[in-house]
Nanobody, 127 residues
């Protein structure tokens, strides 16, 4: 059973930076797709960034140029570097994974197609 655990959430001021990490375990073959999703209060869950096993990436338009997703298959970790944070980035951020051979197109599916999920970490951006 693939297990995911997020860390690194917290509070920051607008314009600040945070780095989220996701430790993965419980598998022998690297997940084909890893990603970050978020859910703000009163809103639906949305895809933030995805990265395939081949390190191709996809970002939601609102974070392009500000967020960077990366994965280290040797360390079995996933990261999300978030810069120039905005109040609208406030949300619970979830790490997710799927072993199936589909990835970047899943960004718009609000998590559909991702089979494994972490419990989430809260990010709050306010002045």
């Amino acid at each position: 059973q693939l297990h995911l655990e997020e860390s690194g959430g917290g509070s920051a001021q607008p314009g600040g930076s945070l780095t989220l990490s996701c430790a993965t375990s419980g598998y022998n073959s690297d997940p084909y797709c890893l990603g970050w999703f978020r859910q703000a209060p009163g809103k639906e869950r949305e895809g933030v960034a995805l990265i395939s096993r081949l390190a191709t990436t996809n970002y939601v338009a609102s974070v392009k140029g500000r967020f960077t997703i990366s994965r280290d298959n040797n360390k079995k970790t996933l990261s999300l570097q978030m810069n120039n944070l905005k109040p609208e980035d406030t949300a619970v951020y979830y790490c997710a994974a799927t072993m199936t051979n589909t990835c970047l197109s899943l960004l718009s599916k609000a998590g559909g197609g991702m089979d494994y999920w972490g419990k989430g970490t809260l990010v709050t951006i306010s002045s």
